[in-house]
Every structure is written in structure tokens, then in C-alpha cells.
């Protein structure tokens, strides 16, 4: 699964975030590899997944933004075995190490905020060790770099990323690709 995530993510780094279901066929219709499902509920999870599956795409879950489920190993269980996306992102640890445990590809995301949230994000990452790393905002390369220095998991930014100079700067700085909701970004 990881190869598969890192062969797509070369092909084109930037992954379309969908945060409005009305974005969904745009994104499938567009070059993306890799979609970030960051909406949905218990009732159209299953079907929306398949859809973008259907369409050769690599769909990750959000598990803390999906409707309707607790934000448990239970609900991951479930999440993995019937819905069966490519991976899924969330901010929280203990999922992430049952995701890995259950060879689910994780995306760990990381809120930087300040000093404290730097160092303790690198400190988490060291420890639980997920497949990738989200950081956002992704408007912030000179953090981007430092993580990326401290820490040997591929990085992902995301969060108000507004023009290709924001993709450039994000790449530099050592992420391996770039999620937005931006459709024109989608296009790049």
C-alpha cells in the first residue's frame, strides 16, 4: 500500500482535498492521483469511496471530519474492513498506531501553531512513526524544512495553499506533495 501511495504521489504531487461533496467529480475528473476525503458521513462513506476508487484514483479518509462515526479503533475497524479506502489521515495518535497495526496506510495532521506545537508534532511523529505527515498550515516552508530535517517520514502540506508558488515552496522545503481544496491548483 505505501508504494502505491509514493509511485501516485510522484506521478503528481498535488492531491485534491475535498471538503464539499459538490467537488467530488471535479476532483475525480481531474489529473490528481491521490483525493483527501475531508467530508462524508456513516450514510455515504461506503459509496463515495467507490466511486473514487472506480475512477483508478487513491482515496484517503479523514476519519475526524466523517459524520456519524466515533473516533475510535471501532470505528477504524469498520471503516477499514467495509469501506476499505486506500488510507486515512487523522490528528489523533492512537489511531494512527491501530491504522498502522491493521496495515492501513496513516497520514498523521499536524496543526503548527507555535514553538511548543513544532516540537511536540516532530516529537510525535518520532514516536508513532505514520506512513506521512500532514502539516498545516503549508504556507510555511522554513517549518516545512525543519521537519522534514528531524524526521525521515515523507511530508505532506496542506492548508491554505492559494498559488503555484505556495506548491513550489512547499516542494523545496521538502514535501513530497500538496493538498488543496483549490481546484485551479488541481490543475498545475
Keep these: 500500500m505505501e508504494n502505491e501511495f509514493y509511485n501516485k504521489i510522484r506521478e503528481n504531487p498535488i492531491i485534491a482535498a475535498v471538503n464539499n461533496l459538490e467537488k467530488l467529480d ?7 492521483e491521490i483525493i483527501f476525503l475531508l467530508t462524508g458521513s456513516i450514510f455515504n462513506l461506503k459509496e463515495i469511496v467507490n ?15 466523517i459524520e456519524g462515526f466515533s473516533r475510535n479503533i471501532c470505528a477504524l475497524k469498520y471503516i477499514n474492513e ?19 497495526e491493521m496495515g492501513l496506510f496513516s497520514i498523521q495532521r499536524l496543526f503548527m501553531l507555535d514553538a ?7 516529537s510525535s511523529i518520532k514516536t508513532i ?5 500532514e502539516i498545516l498550515p503549508g504556507i510555511m516552508p522554513r517549518v516545512t524544512k525543519i521537519i522534514s530535517t528531524e524526521v525521515n517520514i515523507p511530508i505532506i502540506t ?25 481546484e485551479e491548483i488541481w490543475y498545475m
Design 129 to 133: 512513526r505514520p506512513d506521512a505527515v
Design 26 to 32: 471535479k476532483a475525480i475528473e481531474s489529473p490528481c
Design 158 to 182: 496542506g492548508g491554505l495553499i492559494s498559488d503555484k508558488e505556495d506548491v513550489i515552496a512547499s516542494i523545496k522545503a521538502g514535501a513530497i506533495g500538496v493538498s488543496t481544496s483549490k
Design 116 to 122: 511548543l506545537s513544532l516540537e511536540s508534532g516532530i
Design 82 to 100: 467495509n469501506i476499505v479506502p486506500d488510507g486515512i489521515i487523522t490528528t489523533k495518535s492512537s489511531l494512527i498506531r491501530a491504522a498502522k
Design 51 to 65: 466511486r473514487i476508487k472506480t475512477q483508478g484514483k487513491h482515496v484517503y479518509v479523514h476519519l475526524d471530519l
